[in-house]
């Protein structure tokens, strides 16, 4: 309920924040998209994310295949180790990511992000990969081996088209676990690098006007059209 009370105040007529509304109008939104400031943070986190949506997929997916398919000896430390970043607390890691990136030159930039994110937004895709692995039948991939595929086109050709809402799935999880990501944002951004959710808060303490609830409009709008996306992908895989 208190996320949905955000669109009425994103319309207010006022230059400052009330509920109920005095008056309904779209300049907030127009300001937004008008502030360069806004829109080089929006593009810097799309950016992110989508990046981060496609690399922590594909490592997911790869770790959760060492995971559940892998004969290694240290599996179930893999696993530990990929499920870690979900147990640390973020300001943790966002403390340790500062001493860490500071001296090498990765605060306030694309990579240092990227690297970021994917480490938060890996777990999401290893649980649910895994989960998809541990539900496909195994001897279909034995099948397409028995009959002259290597381990490549065995699993391009049948382990993956099985897995692939997940693997969709995954990335919408990613995608969203780095573009609403608020915390390690604080240690590792500069003035010529910031997320979205960074510039809200700096707005928040400095400049709090309409336009963070039309910010915020957006991005709960942006966020339920994925999770629905998922609902989609997940009724797709279980029929």
């Given at each position: ?36 400031d ?15 949506a ?17 004969s ?10 990929a ?5 640390v607390?973020?300001?943790?890691f966002?403390?340790?990511l500062?001493l860490?990136f ?7 930039n ?12 890996i777990?999401?895709?290893?649980i649910?990969?895994?989960a998809?692995?541990e ?21 391009f ?20 676990a ?5 915390t390690?944002?604080?240690f ?19 400049n709090?006007?309409?336009v ?7 991005m709960v ?14 009724g797709?895989?279980?029929?």
């Amino acid at each position: 309920m208190p996320t949905l009370l955000i669109v009425p105040m994103s319309l207010n007529a006022t230059a400052y924040i009330e509920l109920p509304p005095r008056g309904l109008t779209l300049r907030w939104y127009l300001d937004y998209l008008a502030d360069p400031d806004w829109r080089a943070a929006t593009v810097f986190s799309l950016k992110i994310a989508f990046s981060t949506a496609v690399a922590a997929t594909a490592t997911g997916t790869l770790a959760s295949l060492a995971i559940v398919r892998g004969s290694l000896p240290g599996r179930n430390a893999l696993k530990a180790l990929a499920m870690a970043p979900m147990i640390v607390p973020h300001v943790v890691f966002g403390v340790a990511l500062y001493l860490v990136f500071s001296p090498i030159g990765l605060t306030g930039n694309f990579t240092g992000f990227l690297i970021a994110h994917c480490v938060l937004s890996i777990p999401y895709v290893v649980i649910t990969v895994s989960a998809a692995l541990e539900r496909f039948d195994p001897a279909l991939e034995r099948a397409a081996l028995s009959c002259g595929a290597s381990r490549t086109q065995a699993f391009f050709s049948v382990v993956l088209p099985n897995i692939a809402p997940a693997v969709a799935v995954a990335a919408v999880f990613a995608f969203l676990a780095s573009f609403d990501e608020a915390t390690v944002a604080f240690f590792i951004s500069d003035t010529g690098g910031k997320t979205i959710s960074r510039k809200m808060f700096e707005d928040i303490d400095f400049n709090l006007t309409p336009v963070i609830a039309a910010v915020s409009t957006l991005m709960v709008a942006i966020s339920l059209l994925l999770m629905g996306s998922v609902e989609l992908l997940k009724g797709r895989r279980e029929e």
